[in-house]
């Protein structure tokens, strides 16, 4: 009878990953090769099951895009298509929700075309919003979710607008208050004082200008550290 | 004061001696060396710069560098003879035989630090003898005629180090044989 002692030699041989040399070390041993052929057919039939179910059972919810950059109190449309294997499926409630926050902004109901459609009023917090939309069937827990966008809801600034009042009375300092009357005056239409300074705006218009800079910079010392010159020496030896 | 008084005049006339020498020279035109440098003179943005104008650095530099102990043992023969104090002489120095090593190194600098080197090592074998030299000494006025520098100069290049390479075998490049006047200089 044949004695199988090849545990050691085996380990060391997965370890560089040859498959060739795995097989050989087992000494040909018929039984464990077949529960490892036995084993890697099992992982592959649950991986292809797997794969198809999770492809065959999702509905695709798809959310047309969404503008990135709008006004407090402007009215946002999210309009979306549920369907399943081409058909679209009818009275199905959708939600459409904030990322950041996880909130459920609303629900809406597809109609007889899978179309769904949902209108929000824009309200300003600061940070951008991540909208996407889902579909989580009645007692299933299967859910589709649709793409995410990104929007930025802007304060809008009028010289009689509560907030900026607040914002002047709120202000330690005097240069503060001259700091947004100034933006108010010019109709800006984001506040920027010290107290309303949006980091998504603040990103969005210092990093294309530092990349900027640093560009030129470069450029500049590349063209200077590549220019070289030369000195003629001379001596006796 | 004889040194002051006439070295620039032979560099001048040497200079051109080497330089048609260099320039005539059409191999040295070939070399990897003169055509790796006259690329390093295109990226220092210096367009002009061709194989003659670089003769002409060559030249410059190496004269710069041989004039003086080429020709020095030959003033030192003209000092001797005014001390004499003849009153009207007529001499020869004694022919200087010499054999120079100058060497002419072409740096490439970014940011003023040596980043490449090209060195082109010469030897020079020269002999020099001024003739016709005239001494006057008319009521305490002394004036010194130097005749003519008669000679011949001999170039070659010795060896070459590039950043590619070295070249160590001899070329040479010529010999010329000249004879041009000195000035005349009161003391």
């Known amino acids: ?237 | 004061m004889l040194l002051i008084e006439l070295i620039p005049i032979i560099k001048k006339e040497l200079f051109q001696v080497l330089e048609q020498t260099i320039t005539n020279k059409q191999d040295v035109a070939k070399l990897e060396a003169v055509s790796t440098t006259l690329d390093w003179y295109k990226e220092a943005a210096e367009q002009n710069m061709d194989f003659s104008s670089l003769s002409n650095k060559i030249a410059n530099t190496i004269i710069d560098n041989v004039v003086e102990p080429m020709v020095e043992p030959l003033l030192e023969d003209i000092h001797l003879k005014i001390e004499d104090g003849h009153a009207e002489v007529r001499f020869n120095t004694s022919p200087f035989k010499s054999e120079l090593r100058p060497y002419v190194e072409f740096v490439k600098k970014i940011n003023n630090a040596d980043v490449a080197k090209i060195k082109i090592k010469f030897q020079i074998n020269s002999d020099l003898q001024i003739k016709d030299i005239q001494v006057k000494h008319v009521e305490e006025n002394t004036t010194i005629n130097f005749g003519n520098l008669v000679g011949s100069i001999g170039l070659s290049i010795i060896s070459i180090n590039t950043p590619l390479g070295n070249y160590e075998d001899s070329i040479s490049l010529g010999s010329k044989s000249f004879s041009f006047p000195l000035p005349e200089i009161s003391l």
């Not at chain 1, 010019?186 to 530092?210: F, K, R």
Request: with cysteine; aromatic share 10%; charged share 20%.
């Open chain 1, 1 to 237: 009878m044949r004695k199988y002692t090849s545990n050691q030699s085996s380990t060391k041989e997965l370890t560089k990953n040859n498959v060739m040399k795995l097989l050989i070390s087992f000494n040909g041993c018929p039984v464990h090769l077949f529960k490892h052929a036995l084993s890697l057919i099992a992982i592959f039939t649950l991986v292809i099951i797997g794969n198809e179910q999770f492809v065959w059972a999702q509905p695709l919810l798809e959310l047309a895009p969404l503008p990135s950059l709008v006004q407090e109190e402007q009215e946002i449309t999210f309009l979306g298509r549920i369907s399943f294997e081409g058909q679209p499926l009818i009275d199905q409630s959708i939600d459409i929700v904030d990322a950041v926050t996880d909130q459920i902004m609303g629900t809406t109901i597809s109609d007889s075309n899978g179309e769904f459609i949902f209108t929000w009023i824009a309200v300003s917090r600061g940070e951008a919003y991540y909208f996407y939309a889902e579909f989580t069937p009645a007692g299933a827990p299967v859910f589709s979710r649709s793409v995410q966008y990104p929007v930025l809801v802007t304060q809008t600034v009028g010289e009689e607008t509560p907030d900026v009042v607040e914002t002047e009375s709120d202000s330690p300092s005097g240069e503060n208050s001259e700091s947004t009357n100034e933006i108010s005056e010019s109709n800006s239409e984001l506040v920027v004082g010290s107290d309303y300074v949006n980091p998504d705006v603040l990103l969005l218009v210092i990093i294309p200008i530092a990349v900027s800079v640093g560009y030129i910079i470069y450029k500049s010392k590349r063209r200077y550290t590549t220019r070289p010159s030369i000195e003629i020496r001379g001596g006796l030896d």
